[in-house]
């Protein structure tokens, strides 16, 4: 083979590689996306959940006007979903109902860099629920 030849067969292995190196760079982006997408839509989930409870009477199981029953652990969680786990992540109530609102956290799935998954906060107050917090 003569000289061009070879220099034509290692641009295009460069040009092949680069290729297969922006492809996965692109493909890494949309995952991590999509779940946070999917994260965002639990959340807003079981903030809806969480109003729900503090609506409904205490009679009927809610809180009666009060977040307090919601407690930052495995029982207060049950009382919002029978799943704190999902295909998207692992939810959990990270600061403890008061009478006006709760923090819920979701941790993704997807990796946002070396060390961290994705993880992002909603604030839950009785007549709202604050935007999505993107932790990584």
Do not use: P
Request: charged share 15%; net charge neutral; no cysteine.
């Amino acid at each position: 083979m003569g000289q061009q030849q070879l220099l034509l067969i290692i641009l295009g292995v460069i040009v092949v590689g680069i290729a297969v190196a922006v492809g996965i760079a692109m493909f890494t982006d949309s995952a991590i996306s999509a779940n946070r997408d999917a994260v965002t839509n639990d959340l807003v989930n079981l903030a809806s959940r969480a109003q729900q409870f503090y609506r409904r009477s205490k009679a009927m199981g809610g809180g009666g006007n009060s977040f307090v029953g919601l407690t930052a652990d495995a029982a207060g969680l049950r009382k919002l979903t029978n799943n704190a786990i999902s295909a998207n992540g692992a939810y959990s109530i990270q600061t403890a109902g008061t009478s006006t609102g709760l923090v819920i956290r979701g941790i993704g799935t997807e990796r946002a860099d070396a060390s961290n998954f994705v993880t992002m906060e909603i604030n839950v107050f009785n007549d709202k629920a604050d935007s999505v917090v993107i932790i990584y």
